[in-house]
């Protein structure tokens, strides 16, 4: 069964500090996404990447790097946290072909 | 307006009951998922449309790109299927998957 998975499942950041957030596929997808979802809110798209090493800005990059190191593994990268970046931050891997995302488990990112 | 409009906001049914949800787009969309967020926020894919009807137990789902809506309807109402649920449209650029605002369903006994 397709597989997606994020580590960690959650962190409390301080303000100011590097956060990596890790996602890992085994579904042999060129399609990797980050997503952050907001309390009470859908998710919206932050960066995404279709082949390793090279990701695309999405609707709402600022703030944050991503990294495609390999197929599998897809990072999201904060320089500098904010309080503003708190939230839940989901995986996504799709295959080439075929429109259905599946998602991974989720991160909950605390930044105080 | 935005891209994918997702109506009600917020739904209460008692168990038994059956009713719908329904997400209107801006612009024809390619494909839709519908998605159920439990109470752990993990986000469950009930169906992905490209077209027409489909159903599982007691779910059914339907996706008209030309009229540009999808619809989820739930019928027999369960405890379990409490929880936030989102449709997400794929407008075709592969990209991204556009996400409604959510319903929050509360399902009583």
């Known amino acids: 069964e397709a597989a997606v998975t994020q580590s960690p499942r959650s962190k409390v950041a301080v303000t100011g500090g590097k956060v990596t957030l890790s996602c890992h596929q085994t579904?042999?997808?060129?399609?990797m996404y980050w997503y952050r979802q907001d309390t009470g809110h859908g998710l919206r798209l932050i960066h995404y990447?279709?082949?390793?090493?090279?990701?695309e800005k999405g609707d709402i990059p600022d703030g944050y790097k991503a990294s495609r190191p390999s197929q599998e593994n897809f990072s999201l990268i904060l320089e500098l946290a904010s309080l503003s970046q708190t939230a839940v931050y989901f995986c996504?891997?799709?295959?080439?072909?075929?429109?259905?995302?599946?998602f991974g488990p989720g991160t909950r990112l605390t930044v105080l | 307006g935005m891209p994918v409009e997702q109506n009600p906001p917020a739904l209460s049914l008692y168990e038994g009951a059956d009713s719908g949800l329904r997400c209107n787009f801006s612009?024809?969309?390619?494909?839709v998922q519908w998605f159920q967020q439990n109470h752990r926020g993990r986000l469950i894919t009930l169906f992905y449309?490209?077209?027409g009807t489909k159903e599982n137990g007691r779910l059914k789902s339907t996706f008209n790109s030309k009229e540009r809506y999808s619809t989820l309807h739930i019928k027999d109402a369960q405890l379990e299927d409490s929880g936030t649920y989102f449709c997400?449209?794929?407008?075709?650029?592969?990209?991204?998957?556009?996400f409604g605002t959510g319903t929050l369903l509360s399902v009583k006994p």
């Open positions: 996504a891997s799709r295959d080439n072909n075929y429109a259905e995302q599946f």
């Open positions: 579904n042999n997808h060129d399609y």
């Open positions: 990447s279709y082949v390793a090493d090279s990701t």
């Open positions: 612009t024809t969309m390619k494909s």
């Open positions: 449309l490209a077209q």
């Open positions: 997400a449209a794929d407008g075709g650029s592969g990209n991204k998957l556009i």
